[in-house]
């Protein structure tokens, strides 16, 4: 039995457990995805209402956070965004069209609370059949004018982007002191940091553009 709920504090630990294990290794010898769980709460940018657990058969086995972001176009108009991450599932069960369910109600979630446009960083692979459209599309740039090819962009409300130029500001939050996360891993029962073919891959993709 399948069931998606906000997290309440009694899941904080655990959270954190399962952000730790989904992507230790993935992106970098280690990680910091659950550091970043550790500190997002307490962000002003942080959306409790879209911080949400999925539960099978009563255990929590993967979840979803948001924070707001924004865009900002040429005339220096600003239109409210959500960027979510981390989301994960225990492993053991992914690949099993467990994050889609989470994501899709999250999206419904987040359109019925107003929100018009989510933007993300992610592998195209994992996101394109969620709905998501490379930045370029829908012209929207980093601050350096760029358009990376893991910067992602999902209409909520399909045309709220009207063809514009927009830039793309996430929250502080996401601006990680790598310093920071790897002293409070430090703290945690040793896992072994390795190198794998999935972090070049990381690599190639962040460092990827594409032109409009």
């Known amino acids: 039995m399948l069931k998606i709920r906000n ?11 399962i952000t730790r294990q989904a992507f230790y290794n993935i992106y970098m010898p280690g990680c910091i995805e659950h550091y970043l769980v550790h500190i997002m ?5 942080f959306i409790p209402e879209l911080a ?6 009563g255990q929590v086995i993967g979840n979803v956070m948001y924070t ?11 239109m409210p965004a959500l960027t979510f991450g981390p989301v994960c599932i225990r492993p053991g069960y992914q690949r099993k069209g ?3 369910i989470l994501l899709q109600h999250s999206f419904e979630l987040a359109a019925e609370m107003g929100y018009a446009v989510i933007v993300i960083m992610g592998s195209p692979t994992n996101y394109v059949g969620l709905g998501f459209k490379s930045c370029a599309r829908y012209k929207v740039a980093m601050p350096n004018q760029q358009y990376p090819a893991a910067l992602l962009v999902k209409e909520l409300k399909p045309g709220v982007l009207n063809d514009e ?12 002191d790598m310093q920071a996360a790897q002293a409070y891993d430090d703290t945690l029962p040793q ?6 073919p999935s972090q070049e891959e990381f690599y190639i993709m962040s460092h990827a553009v594409v032109q409009p």
């Open 52 to 57: 949400l657990v999925l539960e099978l058969d």
């Open 7 to 17: 997290e309440t504090s009694a899941d904080y630990q655990v959270v954190e457990e």
């Open 68 to 78: 707001k972001s924004k865009l900002l176009a040429e005339d220096g108009r600003e």
């Open 191 to 196: 896992m072994e940091k390795k190198q794998q």
């Open 41 to 45: 709460r307490e962000h002003a940018d």
């Open 165 to 176: 130029q927009w830039v793309y500001q996430d929250s502080p939050i996401m601006d990680i």
């Open 98 to 100: 467990y994050s889609k």
